[in-house]
């Protein structure tokens, strides 16, 4: 009887497990079937770069399982277009920190912090890597071209993408009259046209800005526009609607990631995402305050005068503001919560390197911070105070270490490669105050 009822038994569990795997086995069955129809029917599959998220997502952005659990791949082929005045020697310093320490090549300008302030970027500004020592560099340099490119230069696409190859294309923009009250003071525009005596010397250029700007001063092309010129529009064309209706839309289309000096912290919560790096690989300190002698007191009809005459950069800050809060409406994670684990590891560093109580003064047009007398060592308190113009300066000499920028190095030209264009995107869409 005692071996009837465990035969019945182990007959019962036999069933039961033939039961359940047919089940799995036609819902998997179904699954894929659906998975398949789902592929066809919208394209190829979209890689994901969701921070540390696991995910595998297809274009109509609805998640499925992953099979492969696989985590997103760190950025390091990156090209920042850096715009005058809109905190970009913060962000820059941010990139340059980043690639410093991990051993990436540079394409940095061959003295000074800049390639140029007026001319488009050209890859005859950069020297051959044939003589490139990689001894040292890191191992993801065994693709060919430079790692990052990060110091000012007009944008100019085929030459950029010949150099630095499959990047990822980020800049920054500020509102229009908040920049060019900025450009006007750092630049000193006032002491170049003869304004000092005036009592307010951008309403004394507000009043016949053309006038002046024919005069050709010092950084004059700043003086209008200057955003969209080292976005690489020239300033004849600034007045044409049409024309720059179409040139915000192609940089939408080659642009990965558009930051908004006004959403600074918001901004870099989007970069993290977009290049899979950590939180403290965003970490950062303002690199400079604009002295109270450099700046100037706006009332609204002189700031509605400004808006007008750079209506272009108006026309780029809308549209890229609108884009700033549809993709933090989009983020995969809760923004809020990362934000805020941000700033509380933002404080941390501040509080830990900065010293509250002293400003370095050295410079007329703005103050800096510095590092408090027991944090001097710190290396990573010197990383994180460090600006664009010390870090240019430490990455040029590792660039001579690998045979870089030395005066024998020949140029050669460097054949460019074609990047794929995402597709131009012209629907409207609501703006977040």
């Excluded at 289309?253 to 690989?281: G, H, N, P, Q």
Aim: aromatic share 12%; net charge positive; hydrophobic share 35%.
């Amino acid at each position: 009887m005692l071996a009837f009822l465990l035969l019945v038994s182990v007959v019962s569990v036999v069933i039961m497990l033939e039961f359940e795997l047919t089940v799995n086995k036609n819902s998997w069955h179904k699954y894929f079937i659906w998975d398949h129809h789902r592929r066809v029917i919208n394209g190829t599959q979209a890689k994901c770069t969701e921070g540390n998220n696991v995910c595998n997502k297809t274009n109509d952005n609805i998640s499925v399982p992953s099979p492969t659990q696989a985590k997103c791949t760190e950025v390091d082929y990156i090209v920042f277009l850096k715009t005058h005045k809109t905190a970009s020697t913060t962000l820059a310093s941010i990139l340059e920190r980043f690639g410093y320490i991990r051993n990436l090549l540079f394409a940095v300008s061959k003295s000074g912090h800049a390639f140029s302030s007026s001319k488009l970027f050209n890859r005859n500004m950069l020297p051959s890597l044939s003589s490139l020592n990689s001894k040292g560099l890191n191992a993801s340099s065994k693709r060919t071209g430079y790692h990052l490119l990060t110091n000012h230069v007009r944008y100019n696409r085929p030459e950029m993408d010949a150099v630095i190859h499959d990047a990822k294309y980020t800049t920054i923009i500020r509102e229009p009259v908040a920049n060019f009250e900025s450009a006007f003071g750092y630049f000193e525009i006032a002491k170049h046209l003869g304004l000092t005596s005036h009592k307010n010397p951008i309403e004394t250029f507000m009043k016949t800005p053309k006038l002046f700007l024919d005069k050709h001063f010092y950084q004059w092309k700043r003086a209008k526009n200057g955003q969209l010129f080292d976005l690489g529009l020239e300033h004849e064309s600034f007045d044409d609607y049409y024309t720059v209706k179409y040139k915000i839309l192609q940089l939408d289309s080659e642009f990965d990631l558009v930051l908004i000096t006004e959403y600074f912290d918001e901004s870099l919560i989007l970069l993290k995402k977009l290049m899979c790096w950590s939180f403290e690989d965003i970490l950062y300190v303002s690199n400079g305050i604009r002295s109270a002698s450099h700046r100037y007191a706006l009332n609204d009809e002189l700031r509605a005068k400004i808006r007008e005459w750079n209506s272009a950069d108006v026309m780029l800050y809308t549209h890229f503001n609108e884009t700033l809060w549809k993709k933090i409406k989009e983020y995969e994670g809760n923004f809020d919560k990362d934000l805020a684990e941000f700033r509380s590891r933002q404080q941390q560093a501040m509080n830990k390197c900065i010293d509250d109580e002293r400003l370095n003064k050295n410079d007329r047009r703005e103050v800096k911070y510095v590092l408090k007398p027991n944090m001097k060592k710190s290396i990573f308190c010197q990383n994180l105070l460090r600006d664009d113009v010390a870090y240019t300066n430490l990455i040029r000499n590792k660039m001579k270490q690998y045979g870089l920028y030395l005066s024998s190095s020949p140029k050669k030209s460097v054949p460019i490669l074609p990047r794929a264009r995402k597709p131009h995107s012209s629907s409207r869409r609501r703006h977040r105050p």
